[in-house]
């Protein structure tokens, strides 16, 4: 049973990591059109980067899952419009729009959709295992 409960933790951990990356890329579709952010400039994307967890078993490193180690912003260059008519355009008429291309942020968002629920699957068959075992005992 010890390594049912493992399998849920760890894909515990893998539900939990792509909510995340569900809600980063949320918010670089939400700030597609963002020219101005507090830090002055365009939004740049956001990237998650996740990172093994590994737990120590009786002397053994075992996988324990799967953690945000950091967020980082895509250094890709600004998109770059001519709109002479926009409050941040520069004095040739240009505007810096975000680095966020929207079909590779719904991309994302379907893989990430997918890890999801791959994590979903795998704990609602080790439940069902762990219940055919106990099944077994009665």
């Given at each position: 049973?010890?390594?049912?409960?493992?399998?849920?933790?760890?894909?515990?951990?893998g539900?939990?990591?792509?909510?995340?990356?569900?809600?980063?890329?949320?918010t670089?579709?939400?700030?597609?059109?963002?020219?101005?952010?507090?830090?002055?400039?365009?939004?740049?994307?956001?990237?998650?980067?996740?990172?093994?967890?590994?737990?120590?078993?009786?002397?053994?490193q075992?996988?324990?899952?799967?953690?945000?180690?950091?967020?980082?912003?895509?250094?890709?260059?600004?998109?770059?419009?001519?709109?002479?008519?926009?409050?941040?355009?520069?004095?040739?008429?240009?505007?810096?729009?975000?680095?966020?291309?929207?079909?590779r942020?719904?991309?994302?968002?379907?893989?990430?959709?997918?890890?999801?629920?791959?994590?979903?699957?795998?704990?609602?068959?080790?439940?069902?295992?762990?219940?055919?075992?106990?099944?077994?005992?009665?």
């Amino acid at each position: 049973m010890q390594s049912e409960f493992n399998i849920m933790n760890i894909s515990a951990t893998g539900l939990s990591a792509q909510r995340f990356r569900i809600e980063v890329i949320s918010t670089n579709i939400a700030n597609s059109e963002t020219t101005r952010t507090e830090n002055g400039g365009p939004y740049r994307r956001k990237v998650p980067v996740f990172q093994e967890v590994l737990r120590n078993i009786k002397g053994n490193q075992e996988n324990g899952g799967v953690m945000v180690k950091s967020i980082y912003e895509d250094p890709s260059e600004y998109r770059i419009v001519y709109d002479p008519t926009h409050p941040d355009a520069d004095e040739n008429g240009y505007v810096k729009l975000p680095n966020v291309n929207i079909v590779r942020e719904m991309v994302d968002m379907i893989n990430a959709q997918r890890a999801y629920e791959a994590n979903a699957t795998a704990i609602n068959t080790t439940k069902a295992m762990i219940n055919a075992a106990l099944q077994i005992g009665r």
